[in-house]
């Protein structure tokens, strides 16, 4: 899902390649070798990977990367059964988990394995909180690892950062969620581990991001307080974005008007398909109360502000921190065009993913329209 790609960039949660290991021990120097090996191995495939234009040939070096992963972890797995609990051991599934990582590679059982070995022995060691962030990516066994560390860890950051992801993954599962229910369990869910994380760890900075978990923690936390499930029928939430100028503006500016609401994104297919009908539809509603309002996704104003000089669409558009907007997230948005129609009076009186077709949506902004000019007067 893009919202849920558009989120974890935001947060800048970059891998940290670091491999434990003194080199003294005879496991030590197997495993420093099996890693130079691996890391040769890996920047050929990733450079076969970048060359290829075919997306079969791209498919293709994809599996061999998890293969050369999946043998790899193997023998790694091989170095740390003389010494599970100790270093060699916290080494070798370090290895694994970071090499899983760089390679995107998630479902593998001797990757399942290695994670499995940290939660059982190493879950209270510090230095796991540099694996916590590859673990986030990988899967189930992922997620037993952060809820190892989260439980057991004596390490505050460790702990605070293995809390912080757990509620980052509880928030995106929850906007997923479409029954009403567990939608508000799952926010609970999150909003408690990320509470608890702040608890542990405020100061403690989280990736790359530069931010710390406080802060991230309040951001994700308002957020999610602002999540409604949105029903045909009920009052359409209220929203504040920023027009292209930088004003401030609220949905509810266009109370007595139906509003359009379309989200969207230059780089989408389907909704720039819809552009020429929608200059028809304004235009064949000029001076009525209706309003067209374009809510961007892309990742900068200027990409939007670009597209606009070549393609004219003469109506409101917002845009306010792209894929992270606050109408997207309040929307629960997760596919390209979502469109929300809302009569006069504020109410959600449909919403489709996709265009539902030009004549559908002629009609329907039509019988609002001529409601809205009614109840005018």
Avoid at 10 to 15: C, D, H, I, K, T
Avoid at 72 to 94: C, H, V
Avoid at 329 to 339: D, E, G, I, W
Wanted: proline share 4%.
């Amino acid at each position: 899902m893009r919202l849920l790609c558009a989120a974890a960039v935001s947060l800048g949660l970059g891998l940290l390649l670091v491999y434990a290991g003194d080199g003294k021990s005879e496991g030590a120097e197997k495993l420093t070798a099996l890693k130079k090996k691996f890391d040769t191995e890996l920047a050929e495939l990733k450079d076969r990977f970048k060359k290829a234009s075919d997306p079969a040939d791209k498919r293709g070096v994809q599996v061999e990367m998890r293969e050369l992963v999946a043998l790899t972890a193997d023998k790694a797995l091989a170095i740390a059964k003389d010494d599970p609990k100790g270093d060699t051991g916290f080494a070798a599934a370090e290895f694994v988990v970071t090499a899983a990582g760089e390679a995107r590679a998630d479902g593998i059982a001797e990757v399942d394995a290695a994670l499995a070995l940290l939660a059982e022995h190493h879950a209270a060691n510090p230095k796991v909180k540099d694996l916590l962030t590859p673990a986030m990516r990988l899967g189930a066994g992922g997620d037993k690892l952060l809820v190892a560390v989260s439980e057991k860890a004596t390490d505050k950051e460790a702990k605070g950062t293995a809390l912080f992801i757990r509620g980052f993954k509880a928030a995106r599962n929850a906007e997923e969620e479409e029954d009403d229910k567990e939608l508000t369990a799952g926010i609970a869910k999150a909003i408690d581990l990320f509470e608890r994380a702040v608890k542990e760890a405020p100061d403690t900075k989280v990736g790359r991001s530069g931010s710390t978990i406080a802060e991230l923690a309040k951001k994700q936390t308002q957020m999610l307080k602002e999540i409604v499930f949105i029903e045909i029928g009920k009052p359409a939430p209220e929203v504040e974005s920023l027009t292209l100028d930088g004003k401030k503006v609220k949905l509810s500016d266009y109370k007595g008007k139906v509003v359009l609401l379309d989200i969207w994104a230059t780089w989408c297919g389907p909704c720039r398909a819809m552009i020429p009908h929608e200059r028809e539809l304004v235009k064949g509603n000029t001076g009525k109360p209706f309003v067209l309002v374009s809510v961007s996704a892309d990742d900068k104003k200027e990409t939007l502000e670009k597209f606009l000089e070549k393609e004219p669409m003469p109506w409101v558009h917002w845009w306010d921190e792209g894929g992270e907007s606050p109408v997207l997230k309040k929307y629960r948005v997760r596919a390209f065009p979502s469109l929300f129609l809302i009569d006069h009076s504020g109410i959600v009186r449909e919403k489709w993913v996709s265009n539902p077709g030009d004549d559908k949506i002629d009609k329907a902004v039509e019988d609002l329209v001529k409601e809205a000019v009614k109840a005018k007067g």
